[in-house]
């Protein structure tokens, strides 16, 4: 079956950095724009990133610019978060996010079960 | 503060229509498909509607979407105690290059 999941989250100190991999299965990794989404404690969804199937078009949220970085590695079906210079406000749940199409500027029609990661001195 | 404007909370009981409402601008929901998804507490969030209006298969045809200029609505007709959750909406925003979600709602059945 169709499914996405999300490893690498953990408990880091401000100023650290993580890598999360989300690992895919049951589709044609290869076909799909994939996202990274992440919901703080008690808040609401923000989305983080984008990479289009090819790796072609990558687009971030303002709030994580110039720190991470999203990448894929289409022959492992792995979809890949890079977090730098992470701050409190960074603490949430990052789920990945497969996209409709080709693309990724549709709708998030798969989404994996999330990984906490949890910035603090 | 989210780009797109859905209301706090939302509520109906059993039997019941209720409507959400999502409010955006020219830069997405004038110009992009909205999408809506559910959450339930301590779970990931599901696709009820993509492309405006349609649904994925297995998504009951007691929600149903639409779109108007720059507002979205998401309707669950026939409510039912498992529809308690939050709802969220999104759509691409050509200005910003992302995707942006709403605020969310959270729907209590009473």
């Known amino acids: 079956q169709v499914q996405l999941v999300e490893s690498g989250g953990g408990v880091v100190q401000p100023g650290w950095s993580l890598r999360l991999s989300c690992a895919a299965s049951?589709?044609?990794?290869?076909?799909?724009?994939m996202h990274w989404v992440r919901q703080a404690p008690g808040k609401g969804l923000e989305w983080v990133a984008v990479?289009?199937?090819?790796?072609?078009?990558?687009y971030y949220g303002d709030p994580v610019k110039g720190r991470f970085t999203i990448s894929r590695d289409n022959s492992k079906n792995t979809l890949y978060l890079e977090m730098n210079s992470l701050r409190v406000e960074d603490t949430a749940v990052y789920y990945c996010?497969?996209?409709?199409?080709?693309?990724?500027?549709?709708?998030?029609?798969?989404w994996g079960q999330g990984t906490l990661v949890t910035v603090s001195s | 503060q989210s780009v797109l404007t859905q209301p706090r909370s939302a509520s109906g009981t059993p039997g019941q229509r209720v409507t959400i409402s999502c409010s955006g601008s020219?830069?997405?929901?004038?110009?992009?498909?909205v999408s809506w998804y559910h959450q339930l507490p301590g779970t990931a969030p599901k696709l009820l509607i993509h492309?405006?209006?349609q649904r994925p298969s297995g998504v009951p045809d007691r929600f149903s979407g639409s779109k108007s200029g720059t507002s979205a609505s998401l309707a669950i007709s026939g409510l039912q105690s498992e529809d308690e959750a939050d709802y969220y909406c999104?759509?691409?925003?050509?200005?910003?290059?992302?995707?942006?979600f709403g605020g969310g709602t959270k729907l209590t059945v009473l």
């Open positions: 492309s405006n209006n």
């Open positions: 996010a497969r996209d409709r199409y080709s693309s990724g500027n549709d709708a998030f029609s798969v």
């Open positions: 049951g589709f044609t990794f290869s076909s799909f724009g």
């Open positions: 999104a759509t691409w925003d050509d200005s910003l290059n992302g995707m942006v």
């Open positions: 020219s830069s997405n929901i004038g110009i992009n498909t």
């Open positions: 990479i289009w199937h090819d790796g072609n078009k990558i």
